[in-house]
């Protein structure tokens, strides 16, 4: 099975999620092709060669930089494709209270804005490769609660899925529960937490250290690639489990990194 992977920088707890598992299920490759911010209305499809283009020049370049040839890649070329980027499962609202029809716009409104159907679009116009929608996690915090993290649990991704899957052949992946707090936060040890940033070689910058309640560590990653690997029937068996150190001082982390 060959897995594409596009999306922002969500995109690196995926790819160590699946660099920890891919021992376990060898015939399983994941091509990234990945960013930073809300990047996919750069990408153009080219139906004559069934291709998805980058125009902007500087992600190309990258792209030409990890990938090689012109930085494009080909849809039909892989099993699945994984779009991770731009969109939190919503709040929704209590159903019942509202119009069978109201309820029904909001809901068609949701799948059609959401930032990933920009890129989904696109793959369309070029192939009909299954897809699969990942959900941005929800904010970890140090102590206190966040806005709306208790935020009744709802079936929104039944919901957009009732919508999603017919209409464009996708379906949303939700975050793995068992990194939940609460309905709407991230437990505080799946987040990258307490890291150094700035101190790759020739970056030019100055180390940091940058507290990161929104990008998951490795352990997080491992979580939610095993379900959606799950979910594309590959079955992972017991895995030895990356520590799960983001309430931690960086200081006293067994890994520098997230």
Excluded at 166 to 194: K, M, N, S
Aim: glycine share 8%; net charge neutral; charged share 20%.
């Amino acid at each position: 099975m060959k897995i594409l992977l596009v999306g922002n920088s969500h995109s690196a707890t995926l790819m160590r999620g699946f660099a920890h598992l891919a021992p376990h299920c060898p015939a399983v490759s994941l091509t990234a092709f990945a960013h930073y911010h809300r990047f996919f209305g750069f990408f153009a499809a080219d139906e004559a060669t069934g291709r998805i283009q980058m125009t902007h020049p500087t992600i190309r370049h990258r792209f030409i930089k990890t990938h090689g040839g012109d930085g494009s890649f080909r849809p039909l070329d892989y099993d699945v494709c994984i779009i991770i980027g731009g969109y939190w499962l919503w709040p929704g609202m209590v159903l019942g209270r509202h119009s069978r029809a109201f309820e029904a716009a909001l809901v068609e409104e949701q799948v059609e804005t959401m930032h990933p159907m920009v890129l989904l679009r696109k793959i369309r116009a070029v192939s009909d490769i299954p897809a699969l929608i990942i959900c941005n996690p929800f904010r970890a915090s140090r102590g206190e609660m966040l806005p709306d993290a208790k935020a009744e649990p709802n079936n929104g991704a039944a919901l957009i899925n009732a919508v999603l899957t017919p209409r464009h052949d996708a379906r949303l992946i939700t975050q793995p529960p068992e990194t939940l707090l609460h309905p709407r936060q991230t437990r505080l040890e799946y987040a990258v937490g307490e890291a150094m940033w700035g101190n790759w070689p020739n970056s030019g910058f100055e180390p940091y250290l940058y507290d990161d309640m929104l990008h998951m560590n490795t352990a997080y990653g491992v979580l939610l690639m095993r379900r959606i690997l799950r979910d594309l029937g590959q079955e992972i068996g017991a895995v030895d489990m990356p520590a799960a150190e983001g309430h931690l001082p960086y200081a006293q982390k067994t890994r520098p990194g997230p």
